[in-house]
């Protein structure tokens, strides 16, 4: 029987709107205001087609501003805004489903003509979807799927089967057999489509070890708050003193870094091995370690590429808004960052 320790946490966040600097196609997202009222005569102005505005206006909602690969995200839509000539409208949705349907509200209010989203919390993604629906504004969802969107970030099952490819390789390599357990460090606030990030290393994991039984899998869910992170994976690692082969697989940067904290605090960085989802949090891992002592820990990170999501959602948009047809699910590509190949593909970054 799979085993979960579950704990779902409410997250309750204040919402920070983020305004971007330089070429004055970037604005921070202005308070909605009421319409002004109307004499019973005069005529209400129509509203401006696309076609009939200087420029076409993008809203997007960055799923929080708190690591790294968020503000890459964040510039990535900065610059490809500024390539397509387009203007953009950005807002912070600060890990808070209930922040993220005001800032629907907002955006609708400001006038924008298409949206690109992302948050975390998807039971508000019919809300936000109903709201643009009733404006006309098509509506890109970055990585949570929404029911009537277009889709676009990860292949959560891709990204989840070479993350635990890796563990397998570590694994053979390290101990010269398979785990005694597969820990799975989670958030379910994020959905059961994101959830693939980590239930898929199963299946990559068994491609080096097709015996592995699914009765070893473990799973923690604290959310993506890394002082119950830290929490929960140090009550699993005192739970199970006589586990010294511990592969693990965490939904994100934030997580894997708590969960690192774990294992150093309790002492027990010989028996245990990790990898991520996303890239960035492991890279700067890379830069303040730049060489490896004794029993390295986090072995990997999923890339997904958080630098170009600008390049694939932007020109999608306006595309949309022209009514021209675009591909209902739109992937990055994925593979596992390693020490061996960070500098191939993350050189400027690592170098920063």
Not at 249 to 264: C, K, M, P, W, Y
């Amino acid at each position: 029987m799979k085993k979960r320790i579950a704990l779902t946490l409410a997250l309750a966040l204040t919402l920070s709107l983020t305004a971007c600097s330089g070429g004055g196609t970037q604005e921070e997202q202005a308070p909605a205001e009421a319409p002004a009222e109307s004499g019973g005569e005069e005529a209400e102005a129509p509203a401006e087609t696309p076609a009939e505005k200087e420029k076409l206006v993008i809203g997007f909602a960055n799923i929080a501003e708190e690591v790294e690969l968020q503000i890459q995200v964040r510039e990535s839509m900065v610059k490809a805004a500024e390539e397509a000539g387009v203007e953009l409208i950005l807002a912070n949705n600060e890990y808070d489903g209930a922040k993220a349907v005001e800032i629907a509200d907002n955006m609708v209010s400001q006038g924008i003509d298409g949206f690109i989203e992302f948050n975390i919390d998807e039971s508000v993604g019919p809300v936000i979807m109903e709201k643009m629906e009733a404006a006309g504004i098509p509506v890109i969802a970055v990585d949570i799927p929404i029911e009537g969107a277009v889709f676009f970030g990860a292949n959560n099952e891709t990204a989840g089967t070479v993350g635990g490819q890796r563990l397998g390789e570590v694994a053979k390599e390290r101990w010269g057999e398979a785990p005694d357990c597969l820990l799975l460090v989670e958030d379910s606030t994020s959905g059961e489509a994101v959830l693939a990030r980590t239930e898929k290393m199963y299946d990559g994991l068994k491609e080096t070890f097709p015996d592995f039984s699914e009765d070893q899998i473990f799973r923690v869910d604290p959310t993506t708050d890394a002082a119950k992170t830290q929490s929960m994976v140090s009550d699993f690692l005192s739970a199970h003193p006589d586990y010294h082969k511990i592969a693990i697989g965490t939904l994100n940067d934030v997580i894997a870094t708590a969960t690192l904290a774990a294992i150093e605090t309790a002492g027990r960085e010989a028996d245990c091995i990790m990898v991520a989802e996303n890239e960035y949090g492991y890279l700067d891992y890379l830069k303040a370690n730049p060489d490896v002592t004794g029993d390295e820990v986090w072995v990997g990170g999923v890339a997904f590429f958080f630098n170009r999501y600008g390049e694939y959602t932007v020109p999608a948009v306006i595309k949309m808004i022209n009514g021209e047809e675009v591909d209902e699910k739109i992937y990055v590509d994925h593979l596992t960052i390693t020490r061996d190949n960070a500098e191939e593909w993350f050189a400027d970054y690592l170098a920063s």
